[in-house]
T-cell receptor, first 113, second 114 residues
């Protein structure tokens, strides 16, 4: 499903570097989300946005920031990457009328050395 | 605090065996319930969902789940698994009111042996 795309798909970086992960969607959904997936911990919500002017912290927002540039674009930044931010990051979207069903992007595998 | 528990972290079955994966949630209000599947190397996809009505919901690929409100459970079942069902399965709960809450369980890795 190419409706939600993420770039880059893989990234290796060093501690202290600033990293931006980008998400774009063509589904026309207002709501967008960033999750990280760690083995044994499932998916945890980092930030979410219900429209362009609405940004909310999730359960693990420390060390991350986001920008909603347009309805279709939602980027996640790590201002100063650290090794425990090594994870698989997923962007997702949902429509208000879909009772919460979320549509996921392919993920970005980030490694912080 | 709202939480979702998946008690089976790893399950190994032979083809044609029956599957039941447990999911329990803790939230006193009205919820929407979901099962997502993540095939190896792929992103999460919706398997099935429950919003209201018949507590037995059917999803894709022969999966079904039963919502038992009194037990706060939403277990996933399949009568006969196939090798292609090898994947990780996530239960998720979305609270219908109040502060936005969309909580995923920690996942269950299913391996089906051919």
């Amino acid at each position: 499903d190419a409706d939600v795309t993420q770039t880059p798909r893989n990234r290796i970086t060093k501690t202290g570097k600033r990293i931006m992960l980008e998400c774009s969607q063509t589904k026309g959904h207002d709501r967008m989300y960033w999750y990280r997936q760690d083995p044994g911990l499932g998916l945890r919500l980092i930030y979410y946005s219900f429209d362009v002017k609405d940004i909310n912290k999730g359960e693990i927002s420390d060390g991350y920031s986001v920008s909603r540039q347009a309805q279709a674009k939602f980027s996640l930044s790590l201002e100063s990457a650290i090794p425990n931010q090594t994870a698989l990051y997923f962007c997702a979207t949902s429509d208000l009328g879909s009772y919460g069903e979320q549509f996921f992007g392919p993920g970005t595998r980030l490694t912080v050395l | 605090a709202q939480s979702v528990s998946q008690h089976n972290h790893h399950v190994i079955l032979s083809e044609a065996a029956s599957l039941e994966l447990g999911c329990n949630y803790s939230y006193g209000g009205t919820v929407n319930l979901f099962w997502y599947v993540q095939y190896p190397g792929q992103h999460l996809q919706l398997l099935l969902k429950y919003f209201s009505g018949d507590p037995l919901v059917k999803g894709i690929k022969g999966f079904e789940a039963e919502f038992i409100k009194s037990k706060f459970s939403f277990n996933l079942r399949k009568p006969s698994v196939q090798w292609s069902d090898t994947a990780e399965y996530f239960c998720a709960v979305n609270a219908r009111s109040g502060t936005y809450k969309y909580i995923f369980g920690t996942g269950t890795r299913l391996k089906v042996l051919a």
